[in-house]
């Protein structure tokens, strides 16, 4: 109860859960007592959350439940649309065994100051397997309560996609914007209404609140749609992500101020950071994320927990909403990750509970009223900024009662 009510007074509030629409996060939780939140598929933590159909790909599910009491948490797939809402299907239809089985992999952390007790799930496994390509949503429940959820997607194994990614936009010319130009092939398929059976998705450093929903192509030769010069896949283009790396308490490297045991844990200050007016080189993973400690011999359940003490020096901004994200929230812009503004230090402030590893991060601004975040204001946009662009591809042929993930394909400027 003592450790409850310490995250809940300096993190006030949880992972929100939010409908299933295309402008929420990956993962979510609605208690603040589960963590660190992670798919990695096929062992690759700088992958997508992606595995390829019928084949021996795996993803590994994992969170951190913060205490040492063991939870018997379950836990159920849906297979969803290109929109993420379920799909008019039965289980046995998308998937091999029974739904609402145990999570049975776990273990309790070891020497740390925060108790917490580590659970994994994999899929496939010997109970469940998936039959269809598609988007999935993974729900873990406790006594039939959803307490956390994961995304995830399973392909086909086609390749209908083609793309690049130009600084020259229709917008302006090497500035501040990124075009993605994209080619989808239908050889293979039987489209005979590409408006209806297709349907594509382009994502900027795998963010939601600001994907390309099913743009329109600017040709259609027939067998091949070409989206190019098109003014929906014109993306700000941001700056490189800033990043933070704690590896033990006492080696911690790139803008890390200091550590400090304050009694009963480690709070961790960043340097100040500064709003950026100019690109800023730095070889960033597009916001990813890793779980480690360099003196453990398992670092998922051997990390400890800092309070992490973000600050960025500013003017205050009016209008909207400042927050800090990246891979590590799963794009959860919440109040959870909101910075305040402190006067008396003229800067945007903000603690997030975090695992010791290595992070990307970045600032960004919601104004009022909007569900699409802004990189100008904190970070500015420039043409240079490496960014990953995720392209899917959905198909639902005439007839069908479900979307196939068809195709992807990652890319970057």
Request: one cysteine or more.
């Amino acid at each position: 109860m003592i450790l409850r009510n310490h995250i809940r007074k300096l993190i006030p509030a949880a992972f929100l859960l939010v409908p299933m629409m295309l402008h929420a996060q990956w993962f979510g939780s609605e208690s603040d007592m589960i963590n660190t939140l992670r798919a990695i598929s096929n062992g690759d933590w700088e992958r997508p959350q992606i595995i390829m159909l019928n084949s021996d790909e795996s993803i590994e599910f994992s969170f951190d439940e913060m205490s040492h009491e063991y939870h018997r948490f379950t836990y159920h797939i849906t297979h969803c649309d290109a929109q993420w809402k379920p799909s008019n299907l039965i289980e046995s239809e998308y998937m091999n065994g029974f739904n609402d089985q145990p999570i049975e992999d776990w273990e309790n952390s070891l020497n740390t100051t925060f108790d917490y007790t580590h659970y994994s799930l994999t899929l496939p496994n010997d109970d469940v397997t998936l039959k269809l390509s598609g988007n999935y949503r993974l729900s873990i429940r406790e006594d039939g309560k959803e307490v956390a959820w994961f995304r995830f997607m399973i392909v086909e194994d086609r390749h209908n996609l083609s793309a690049t990614v130009d600084g020259n936009t229709d917008i302006d010319s090497h500035k501040s914007h990124q075009q993605v130009n994209m080619t989808v092939s239908l050889n293979g398929l039987n489209v005979t209404n590409p408006d209806r059976e297709i349907y594509t998705v382009v994502m900027q450093n795998r963010r939601f609140d600001n994907a390309v929903l099913n743009p329109k192509p600017t040709y259609n030769a027939g067998n091949r749609l070409t989206y190019e010069h098109c003014r929906n896949l014109i993306f700000p283009a941001g700056n490189e992500f800033r990043r933070f790396e704690i590896i033990n308490m006492y080696d911690y490297f790139k803008n890390v101020d200091r550590v400090a045991f304050h009694d009963p844990y480690y709070h961790a200050t960043l340097m100040q950071d500064t709003r950026h007016h100019a690109y800023s080189f730095d070889y960033d993973h597009n916001g990813r994320y890793l779980i480690r400690y360099n003196q453990a011999s398992n670092s998922d359940t051997e990390a400890d927990y800092l309070f992490v003490h973000f600050n960025l020096a500013s003017e205050p901004l009016t209008g909207g909403s400042l927050y800090v994200s990246g891979h590590f929230n799963g794009g959860n812009l919440s109040s959870k990750y909101e910075m305040e503004y402190n006067s008396r230090d003229k800067a945007y402030q903000a603690t997030v509970l975090l695992k010791m590893g290595a992070y990307d991060y970045q600032y960004l601004w919601v104004e009022d009223g909007e569900k699409a975040a802004q990189t100008k204001p904190a970070e500015g946009d420039w043409y240079e900024t490496k960014n990953e662009y995720l392209i899917l591809l959905y198909y639902r042929q005439r007839g069908s009662r479900y979307d196939r993930l068809i195709s992807t394909l990652s890319i970057e400027q």
